[in-house]
């Protein structure tokens, strides 16, 4: 039951102290007068008024979670590819039986009976409705409506609430409680979203004068202009994949697609139509993705004209690679929600139809959905919009998971990005690869209004780290609007989040003058050369995240043989701290790295040369992808959680060391032997990958 403005009619209820304390409990919560400066506490709520009141139980073992991940996905250990189920998953995380009979216990000892309450689905709230009068008793408290200065949006809360001191223990939150939030509703460009980013940089190219750079869009095989054109061809050549599948007969199997995301962007099948005649003439016109519709998802995009550019290019690198496989196309979120109004966070409807007990799953003050920070379905703001509940685990996970958005540590709170790592740590346990991009403004972030560079601290001079892990890109055409930011980037130190349980990519580049048989360099491109915006490979370390374990060892040869020049900071509780500039006890981004540079691409019934990370990824994802299809029909698990066998076999891998990643008024980070901080432990070299991961259990 919502919490309604009609509780106003019934009458306001005669205010009052609440009664002292008890001995026997414990403040719980208290709220930061600093978080609610701009709210305002308004009425008393009537005590005869319906709370819909939630408990967030104590989650086992999540402390343990990265050492289970590790048990899995080290290829030293004995239980090496022996994946989780899902329930496996849940019943590993859930509260302990103790916990919730202990909370059952309370409250039904209080008067709330048991058949009012609720345990939900993956076991990790209790729920009942409680009258106002039942709640303020229950915590010691009084509930009062709260309103939004500017939203004018009201919700009931409190300013803290006790517990037991026995149960305080069991419990991680309870709602409503003293959390405030107001669902935001912007306006933003078509295409566009916040988290996502505006579409990759591309240039438009005159196919009636073919004089760009002197390439004509049949030369589909020649490697001679590598340097101007990543074609599939080059891409073959350059990562040593051979153009026939591996499998049997050449038939694929039914239960291995390449997962991809999207949102707010949509293919359009006669832009994949034209490339495959142009390219890649062996894959049949009308060639599509598995639509996989979350929550109003939309594709493909009917006029051409309007086919989207980041779409177009996971697709037409993906299916070059992994072709006779199939894509699944996982299309999330209505028209209004990516393409009319904003949203500041992202993913978490995604989660949701992946993982059912993730639209429930409590952590870190948070039960589900975010309504501040994501979509809100039944969509409230417009008939046309999805008008169906939040889909919760309606699909069954790609085993590789390719996602180009993402967006800076800085735009989210920590609870939220706690929440989604944890997400990802279960899925890895149960064999999911997820294949991210590192970003594309090297050690900085896109400019915004706090900060024209895209930097942080008060003299924006200070790394700004990617979520989670993927910048928001550049575009042209430049008559977009540019996306909104935080206003408090600039001055406060805000937790960013690279989380340990993805894989994150980097870019290179084959240089002018330089042939896909020479080492390629990192990518970075200077300011009109030729976008309309400088661009290079997100890298860094994360001011949230510790190096994990499988990285240390990397990391520590990194700044024991290539220390940077720049000084740094020791932990998030330091940040800035004597003019440090990034944290040196970071988790350090990317893990590998591939080519993003002078990809040709139809998009748009236009043909364009476009780039970014948004290249990198999915032709990571593809060869990953191709590996599992080869360990399936083996009778082997599939590859699951790629970092820890990626740090400990790098040679399988191609070094690079040239190149840096521009950023903050600097130079960046360098290449250099070994992993680094621009494009990680190098490209790939897919048959010494191969090779390698066939050779594991």
């Known amino acids: 039951m919502r919490f309604s403005i009609l509780w106003f009619a019934i009458g306001i209820a005669a205010t009052g102290q609440c009664a002292a304390v008890p001995k026997s409990h414990v403040l719980h919560e208290k709220r930061d007068a600093t978080t609610s400066h701009q709210w305002v506490k308004r009425e008393q709520i009537p005590s005869s ?17 990265h050492d289970y991940l590790m048990d899995i996905a080290h290829p030293d250990s004995p239980k090496y590819g022996k994946h989780w189920t899902a329930e496996e998953v849940i019943q590993k995380f859930a509260p302990e039986q103790k916990t919730v009979d202990a909370v059952t216990e309370w409250l039904t000892g209080f008067g709330i009976h048991s058949k009012r309450i609720t345990h939900s689905d993956n076991r990790g709230w209790l729920a009942f409705d409680a009258t106002t009068e039942e709640a303020e008793g229950l915590l010691h408290t009084k509930y009062h409506i709260y309103e939004h200065e500017t939203e004018g949006h009201m919700i009931p809360a409190c300013e803290s609430y006790h517990l037991p001191q026995n149960i305080q223990q069991h419990i991680d939150y309870i709602t409503p409680g003293i959390k405030l939030f107001a669902p935001q509703k912007l306006s933003r460009s078509l295409s566009s979203r916040n988290f996502s980013g505006i579409s990759s940089p591309s240039i438009k190219i005159d196919l009636t004068t073919s004089t760009h750079s002197g390439f004509p869009p049949t030369a589909a095989g020649e490697l001679s202009t ?15 994949v051979p153009l026939t599948s591996e499998y049997p007969a050449g038939k694929p199997r039914s239960d291995n697609a390449l997962g991809i995301f999207e949102s707010g962007d949509a293919y359009a099948q006669k832009d994949l139509d034209r490339f ?3 390219f890649t003439n062996h894959i049949p016109a009308g060639t599509h993705p598995t639509l996989a519709s979350i929550d109003g998802g939309e594709a493909p995009e009917p006029d051409a004209f309007f086919g989207g550019g980041e779409s177009a290019l996971d697709l037409e690198l993906a299916y070059p690679l992994i072709w006779p496989q199939a894509v699944t196309l996982y299309q999330t979120d209505d028209w209004y929600w990516t393409g ?22 409590s952590a870190f003050g948070e039960t589900g959905n975010d309504p501040k920070l994501d979509p809100v379905y039944p969509n409230p703001w417009t008939p046309s919009g999805y008008q169906g509940q939040f889909m919760c685990g309606v699909y069954k996970p790609a085993n590789v998971i390719s996602v180009s958005y993402g967006g800076q540590e800085a735009e989210l709170p920590e609870y939220y990005q706690k929440r989604q790592c944890d997400e990802f740590m279960k899925l890895g346990l149960q064999g999911v690869s997820l294949i991210w991009a590192s970003g594309d403004s090297g050690v900085a972030g896109p400019a915004f209004h706090q900060s024209s560079n895209g930097c942080l601290g008060s003299k924006s001079t200070i790394f700004n780290p990617t979520w989670p892990n993927k910048h928001v890109n550049p575009t042209l055409p430049s008559t977009r609007p540019t996306t909104t930011y935080p206003k408090c980037l600039a001055n406060i130190k805000i937790p960013r989040h690279s989380c340990p349980y993805i894989t994150n990519v980097g870019a290179t580049k084959v240089y002018a003058n330089h042939t896909i048989y020479e080492p390629e360099s990192a990518c970075n491109d200077p300011l009109g050369q030729p976008y309309r915006v400088a661009y290079s490979s997100g890298g860094g370390f ?39 500039v990034y944290n040196r006890l970071g988790r ?35 060869l990953i992808n191709r590996i599992n299809e080869q360990r399936l029909n083996a009778g082997k698990p599939v590859l699951g959680f790629l970092n820890p066998a990626l740090y400990a076999n790098p040679g399988m891998l191609n070094d690079i060391t040239n190149g840096t990643n521009p950023g903050c008024g600097t130079e960046g980070f360098s290449a250099v032997k070994g992993w680094d901080p621009v494009t990680g432990l190098g ?15």
């Not at 054109?229 to 050549?237: D, G, L, N, S, V």
């Not at 009319?340 to 799953?361: E, H, I, K």
């Not at 490209?683 to 259990?697: Q, S």
Request: charged share 15%; proline share 7%.
């Open 276 to 278: 495959f005649a142009n």
């Open 588 to 622: 350090g981004i990317p893990d590998v790295a591939a080519n993003r540079d002078n990809i040709p691409v139809f998009s748009g019934d236009d043909f364009t040369q476009s780039g970014g990370t948004s290249a990198s990824t999915p032709i990571f994802a593809s």
């Open 340 to 361: 009319w109004s904003s949203v500041a966070g992202g993913f978490n409807t995604f989660l949701d139809a992946l993982d059912g007990s993730y639209c429930t799953y």
């Open 683 to 697: 490209t790939p070299n897919y048959a010494k990958m191969l090779e390698y991961f066939m050779g594991l259990p």
């Open 542 to 580: 994360s001011n949230f995240y510790p190096a994990p374990t499988y990285q240390q060892a990397a990391i520590d040869s990194y700044f024991a043989n290539h220390a940077p020049s720049y000084k740094s900071f020791d932990g998030n509780e330091n940040f800035g701290k004597d003019g440090g």
């Open 49 to 65: 008024a319906i709370l819909p009141m939630r408990i967030g139980l104590k989650q086992q073992n999540l402390e343990n979670g």
């Open 226 to 240: 590598c340097h101007r054109w990543i074609t599939p061809a080059c891409i073959r050549a350059l990562y040593s």
